[in-house]
């Protein structure tokens, strides 16, 4: 990775002291914002091979695969955003990394990929386990400043965009890198030195938008207003607790409400929750606090949900 990159908006910056405090819990702990909520992971449902073995005719198909990985299939094409498939989502197989729902189903039943995008160098986002076996020489799309560091990895066809950047590469689609707002890291030794980014999928008559991994931003409502409506998103609500510490890194589910909107999205699905144990808050939280803010602000029913592990989404074009 080469370069330095920041967040052009101001936020609290942590260090690893802080991060260490917090986790061997020398600061006091923060109450939960819901503090019935229950704590169990995601639904699950078996993903059939034969569901997913080639994209939809008309619209898309929106597979949330766990966490911030996605499997989306329209106009013809297959493609994948952040898979994991690991066990674990850490250099080390911690216990707190382990994950608490498996993959709907195993890697070699999915389609043929046609390209692969990634959101940043996070070990729950950018899986080098799961990139290998999916082949070195698979297109990849990746925030700006990781091209050099996958090619040394192996990778043979690496394009990494700038925000906003956008690439024709994939025939019959485009894709955007939007900003957010997050850092990158794989060691102690290379914060920043990669960007990090969602990304616009367009085809298909549709568009769809991964929102990456951020905290609330003012990019989203910039996007609204450069991009126009978006069909679907894929926005993050969970691993947001202790506030003190992750308000700059990852949004609550009140602040991916505020996103759905300011971005205008039509619809969506909760993201970045109940897979991974990665922050203090219960694995049921997110998608709870979520149904209470949609219902309070007026949200449409459906217009922003969560569904199992698994699951397919329709996602048709306006007519």
Not at 33 to 59: C, F, H, S, V
Not at 83 to 90: D, K, L, R, S
Not at 310 to 315: A, H, S
Request: proline share 10%; aromatic share 10%.
């Amino acid at each position: 990775m080469s370069g330095r990159f920041q967040n052009p908006w101001h936020h609290e910056e942590h260090g690893v002291l802080d991060i260490l405090k917090w986790k061997l819990r020398w600061t006091p702990r923060e109450a939960p914002a819901m503090p019935d909520a229950p704590d169990r992971p995601a639904g699950w449902e078996r993903l059939e091979p034969q569901t997913i073995a080639k994209p939809p005719e008309a619209g898309w198909r929106v597979v949330w695969l766990g966490h911030a990985s996605f499997l989306l299939q329209g106009a013809g094409r297959s493609l994948l955003i952040d898979p994991v498939f690991a066990a674990h989502c850490g250099p080390f197989p911690l216990p707190g990394l382990f994950r608490q729902v498996p993959p709907p189903c195993r890697l070699d039943e999915l389609p043929q990929i046609d390209a692969v995008l990634l959101t940043h160098s996070h070990y729950d986002h950018l899986d080098l386990q799961t990139l290998r076996k999916l082949g070195c020489d698979i297109p990849i799309f990746i925030a700006e400043g990781h091209a050099a560091w996958l090619g040394r990895k192996g990778f043979t066809r690496v394009s990494d965009l700038a925000w906003r950047q956008t690439s024709d590469a994939i025939p019959g689609l485009q894709l955007t890198a939007t900003p957010a707002m997050h850092f990158s890291a794989r060691t102690p030794f290379d914060r920043n030195r990669g960007h990090w980014c969602g990304w616009l999928v367009e085809g298909g008559g549709c568009k769809l938008w991964h929102a990456g991994d951020s905290a609330w931003c003012p990019a989203f409502a910039e996007m609204g207003e450069r991009l126009g409506e978006i069909d679907f998103g894929m926005i993050p609500i969970g691993a947001y607790q202790p506030r003190s510490i992750m308000k700059g890194i990852h949004m609550n589910p009140e602040e991916a409400v505020s996103a759905f909107r300011e971005a205008r999205c039509r619809r969506a699905v909760g993201m970045h929750w109940g897979v991974f144990r990665l922050t203090d808050e219960a694995l049921g939280e997110p998608p709870a606090m979520l149904e209470e803010i949609a219902r309070k602000v007026g949200l449409p029913d459906g217009a922003f949900v969560t569904v199992p592990v698994g699951r397919p989404i329709p996602v048709m074009p306006v007519i």
